[in-house]
């Protein structure tokens, strides 16, 4: 089946950058469009961007543009969120999600903390 | 961006009740409309894609509805393990947006 998993958080101090990844596996990676959503704490759900199945596409929510990138690699079968300039305000659980009727599955998310 | 008005943002009920929750999106967004369930910890779930499609697995007392701006998620006799938030998504446009939330939580 469908599997997603992100690895890569932990705590960042503001302005400085993080990679986090996103592991498929269970379906066909280079078909679908993957995005990744984000989750800051007691909020609701937030999209962050996506990149098109075969990376030839991406775009990002308002608040994360010309900050975060998205990427993929096809041979490794993961995605990744590149995160630059982090603010206290990208504080959040970032869960990937792959695009086939809508987002039906989901990673377990991975906590990004962005303290000083 | 399109912006999606969720209501309500928490409810109280009872096992069994029939629960309503709405999306009003800014703009006409045809039927690309999702919900998703999400339990406290956990990651989303989804219900309904298509703005009325039953995604596999999911029990068939959920339902939704709505075309253009105005959609509705109805379960019909909410059960115990119902209890959670729900979001409507809208993926018709970039950047794709969520609505606020509805908590629903035991009467």
């Known amino acids: 089946q469908v599997q997603l998993v992100e690895s890569g958080g932990g705590v960042v101090q503001p302005g400085r950058s993080l990679r986090l990844s996103c592991a498929a596996s269970g379906f066909t990676f280079s078909n679908d469009a993957m995005h990744w959503v984000r989750q800051a704490p007691g909020k609701g759900l937030e999209w962050v961007g996506v990149i098109s199945f075969d990376g030839s596409h991406n775009y990002y929510g308002d608040s994360v543009k010309g900050r975060f990138a998205i990427s993929r690699d096809t041979s490794r079968n993961t995605l990744y969120l590149e995160m630059n300039s982090l603010r206290p305000e990208d504080t959040a659980i970032y869960y990937c999600a792959r695009e086939f009727r809508s987002f039906d599955s989901w990673g377990q998310g991975t906590l990004v903390t962005v303290s000083s | 961006a399109i912006q999606m008005t969720q209501s309500p943002s928490s409810l109280s009920a009872s096992v069994g009740d029939r629960v309503t929750i709405t999306c009003r999106a800014s703009q006409g967004i045809r039927n690309d409309l999702a919900w998703y369930q999400q339990k406290p910890g956990k990651a989303p779930k989804l219900l309904i894609f298509?703005?009325?499609s039953l995604q596999s697995g999911v029990p068939s007392r959920f339902s939704g509805s709505g075309s253009g701006t105005d959609f509705t998620l109805t379960i019909s006799s909410l059960q115990s393990e119902d209890f959670a938030t729900y979001y409507c998504?809208?993926?018709?446009?970039?950047?794709?947006?969520f609505g606020g939330g509805t908590k629903v939580e035991i009467k």
């Open positions: 998504l809208q993926d018709s446009n970039y950047p794709l947006t």
């Open positions: 298509a703005a009325s």
